[in-house]
Structure formats: C-alpha cells, structure tokens
C-alpha cells in the first residue's frame, strides 16, 4: 500500500517514529511534514535522534492563528495528497497539522486513519478538542490508546473501524529508553543528582494565554520546595516575557532538550508537573509523580491509577499536592505493552479492501434498536 503520514508538531515526530517503522517494513510511506514546528530543537532533533527518515514533503507552514495555519496546511496537503494519490492517509493526535489531513483527505475522499482517537477533555474552549471532535468524525480507522477512548467512540456513534492497539509514545519510549540511558549526559550537564528535582513543562493555550493562569503558575513553581528543571516551549518563553515573569534561584528555565535528555530528565525527577498529554503518559511509563496543572485531562486513566493528579491553576492547591501527592505501588498497563505500532499496521492489512467512508456511524435507528 501507498501511506501518507502526516506529522507536524513535537509529540507527532516521537509517536510517527514507531509507526513508521512497522509501516516500511512492507509498506511505502509517503511522509509529510506540515511544518507547524520549525525550530531546530522543535523538529529537527527528533529526526536527528529517533533516525526518522526525513520527509517526503515539507510544507513549509509555520505558525499563525488557528485559522491562518489551519487553512495553509489544508491547501497545500491537498496539492500533496492530489499528486501522491495514496491509498490510506494517517493523521495522529490532535494538532491543526491532524484536523487539516482529515479536512483534506475526507474531501478527496481518501481513506483515513486516526492514531489517539477518541480522547476527549470535554473542553471545547481547547483548539486540540474541536480538532479531536472533526477527525473522529472523518475518520474510516480509528486507533485507540486507552479503552475510554473506545467507549466514547461508541457514545458518539462511532463502531466500525475502532481498534484498541494501546499508545504508539509507550513504543517509543520503551524503545528508545536505553538508547537515551547510555547517550543523555543531561543530568551530568546541569549538576543534577537523580530525584533531587522536580521536572516541569507548560504549553497549553489555556496557560499560556491567560495572564492571571500564567502567573499562578510563575507564584506555584516559585513556592516549590526543591529544585526545579523547565525546558520552556517557545509559546511559553514568549508568553513569560510578556508577563514579566521573575524566578527564585530554584527554577531553572532551558532551552526545549531533545527526545534522548528528556527521557533521562523524567526517568529521574522526583516529580513531574506538566500540562502536557505526552508528557503525562510518559510520568506513568516511568513511574513517577505527575501533577497535572490543569483543570481536565484526556488521560483519565493515569489519574484513576492514582499516578496522576489534577492540580489545577491555583498556587496553594498546586503546592498542597506538591508535598502530599504519594501513588501507590501498583501501575497498571493501562497503555499496552510497547507494540501499538505493529498492531496499527496488522490492522491496517485486515481492513483491506480499504474505502472512503467506511467509518460509518450508526443511524438513529440503528442506535435506538440493540440488535440493529
Ligand atoms: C501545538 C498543538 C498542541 C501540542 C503542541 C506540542 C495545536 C492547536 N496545538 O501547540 O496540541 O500539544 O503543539 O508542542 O496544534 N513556535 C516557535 N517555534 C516552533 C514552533 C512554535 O517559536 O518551532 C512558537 C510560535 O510563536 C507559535 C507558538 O510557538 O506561534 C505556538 O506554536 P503552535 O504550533 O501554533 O502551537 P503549540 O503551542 O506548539
Ligand atoms: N519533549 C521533549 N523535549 C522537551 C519537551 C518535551 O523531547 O523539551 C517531548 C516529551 O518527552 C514528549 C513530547 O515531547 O514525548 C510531548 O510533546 P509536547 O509536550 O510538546 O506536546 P503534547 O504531548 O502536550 O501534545
């Protein structure tokens, strides 16, 4: 079969790394990047690091409002997917980069597939929520990370099609963890001893955006009682620097690191307090305390195993949880076992023959009759 895989933002690189692979082993892949990040330690390490090989086709995109870079990426994947004439498009996640190759395969009736369908947060204020809720409703494939994501596929009537592999970042984790244990000096650069620090990440709108969340959360890290390591997002740079944020001598901001010196920084936190979707999942990989600074998260789960809290934007909730935050000793595989990507694929195969539209929803008939 002929594959186009979209990728275009930081999460996509490190999830499209594994799905890769297993395509290429009997596939032709066809990769597309949109562009939506650019900068040399947004993008291209990933490819550096992960050996992904480089794309087919680079868009060229950039960044701009949400309808801006939304609507340069649907025209030029459009001229992409017209001359490439694959047989199945993938999109993964919840970028602009994911809604725009839904928007433009389902309109040129190509057959697609959503990696991490079915996640929902119930927040419609988020641009990723509005994103997931289009896809989902486009999509012939749907491959599901967590089993919520397949019960709400049904709730919203989608059944043909869905398919629980676990999470594709759980493969790459598991795959790359020792290569980043033996490459990562990180912890010997910044004079870290393992479990003395606590790792945080910031990059939702949500937070960023919001002058009075953004500074909860300058007031919570400040309060913070240990060390702490922040590789900033470029959003989240520019975003301090309008607010005029001011540091205790504890918070350490750096430069986004690479997939490799992330690993080991989490692997070896005393706590991660982040409000990022990857981020999060790859705390329980590790087994380590996650804070989410958020109010919602799709990955649920993470929370129910008692790994994960919800901390939400207020200083003195963040710092209670902070000190009081203790899972407990079980973690259960609530991501699978490291070989979603292989399962995609077998998936992709039996599907065969695939056709545009065969993501069929139940009709309300169908739905109000149980053996319909
Ligand atoms: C995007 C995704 C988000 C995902 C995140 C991963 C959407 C709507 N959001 O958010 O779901 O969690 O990627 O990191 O698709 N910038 C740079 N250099 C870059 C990239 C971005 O300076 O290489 C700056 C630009 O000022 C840009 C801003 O960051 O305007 C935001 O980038 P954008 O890709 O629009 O959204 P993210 O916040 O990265
Ligand atoms: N990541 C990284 N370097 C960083 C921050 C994050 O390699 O400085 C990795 C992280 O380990 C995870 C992915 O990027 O695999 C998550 O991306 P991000 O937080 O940007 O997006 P989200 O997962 O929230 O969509």
């Given at each position: 079969?002929?594959?186009?895989?979209?990728?275009?933002?930081?999460?996509?690189?490190?999830?499209?790394?594994?799905?890769?692979?297993?395509?290429?082993?009997?596939?032709?892949?066809?990769?597309?990047?949109t562009g939506q990040h650019?900068?040399?330690?947004?993008?291209?390490?990933?490819?550096?690091?992960?050996?992904?090989?480089?794309?087919?086709?680079?868009?060229?995109?950039?960044?701009?409002?949400?309808?801006?870079?939304?609507?340069?990426?649907?025209?030029?994947?459009?001229?992409?997917?017209?001359?490439?004439?694959?047989?199945?498009?993938?999109?993964?996640?919840?970028?602009?980069?994911?809604?725009?190759?839904?928007?433009?395969?389902?309109?040129?009736?190509?057959?697609?597939?959503?990696?991490?369908?079915?996640?929902?947060?119930?927040?419609?204020?988020?641009?990723?929520?509005?994103?997931?809720?289009?896809?989902?409703?486009?999509?012939?494939?749907?491959?599901?990370?967590?089993?919520?994501?397949?019960?709400?596929?049904?709730?919203?009537?989608?059944?043909?099609?869905v398919t629980w592999v676990g999470d594709v970042m759980l493969d790459a984790n598991l795959h790359n963890r020792p290569i980043a244990r033996r490459n990562s000096e990180?912890?010997?650069?910044?004079?870290?001893?393992?479990?003395?620090?606590?790792?945080?990440?910031?990059?939702?709108?949500?937070?960023?955006?919001?002058?009075?969340?953004?500074?909860?959360?300058?007031?919570?890290?400040?309060?913070?009682?240990?060390?702490?390591?922040?590789?900033?997002?470029p959003r989240t740079r520019q975003a301090f620097e309008r607010l005029g944020a001011v540091w205790g001598d504890h918070v350490r901001l750096i430069e986004p690191v690479g997939y490799f010196d992330m690993m080991v920084l989490e692997e070896n936190a005393r706590l991660i307090a982040t409000d990022s979707g990857g981020v999060q999942r790859e705390a329980y990989f590790f087994g380590v305390p996650c804070l989410t600074l958020r109010d919602e998260t799709e990955w649920g789960e993470t929370v129910a195993a008692g790994w994960n809290v919800l901390a939400g934007n207020t200083p003195e909730r963040i710092a209670a949880l902070w000190r009081s935050h203790v899972p407990p000793a079980e973690r259960p595989p609530i991501f699978g076992d490291g070989t979603a990507a292989d399962a995609i694929v077998t998936h992709i195969e039996a599907a065969q023959p695939l056709a545009f539209g065969q993501g069929r929803r139940r009709s309300a008939v169908e739905a109000a009759d149980p053996v319909a």
């Open positions: 079969m002929k594959i186009l895989s979209i990728v275009g933002a930081r999460p996509e690189f490190i999830q499209g790394a594994p799905v890769s692979r297993a395509l290429r082993q009997r596939h032709q892949e066809i990769l597309v990047h650019y900068d040399y330690r947004m993008s291209q390490t990933f490819f550096d690091e992960l050996g992904i090989p480089a794309p087919d086709h680079n868009l060229e995109v950039g960044s701009g409002s949400q309808g801006h870079q939304t609507g340069e990426m649907l025209a030029r994947l459009e001229d992409v997917m017209l001359a490439e004439r694959p047989d199945l498009v993938i999109v993964r996640g919840d970028t602009n980069s994911t809604v725009a190759g839904a928007l433009a395969a389902a309109k040129l009736r190509i057959p697609l597939a959503h990696i991490e369908a079915g996640e929902r947060s119930f927040d419609r204020r988020m641009p990723e929520e509005i994103n997931r809720l289009i896809t989902d409703s486009i999509a012939d494939l749907f491959f599901c990370v967590s089993r919520t994501a397949v019960q709400q596929l049904a709730v919203e009537g989608i059944v043909a099609g990180v912890l010997a650069r910044l004079g870290l001893a393992p479990r003395s620090y606590a790792l945080v990440t910031v990059h939702r709108a949500a937070n960023t955006d919001d002058p009075t969340r953004l500074a909860n959360i300058v007031t919570a890290l400040n309060q913070a009682p240990e060390p702490i390591v922040f590789p900033v997002h």
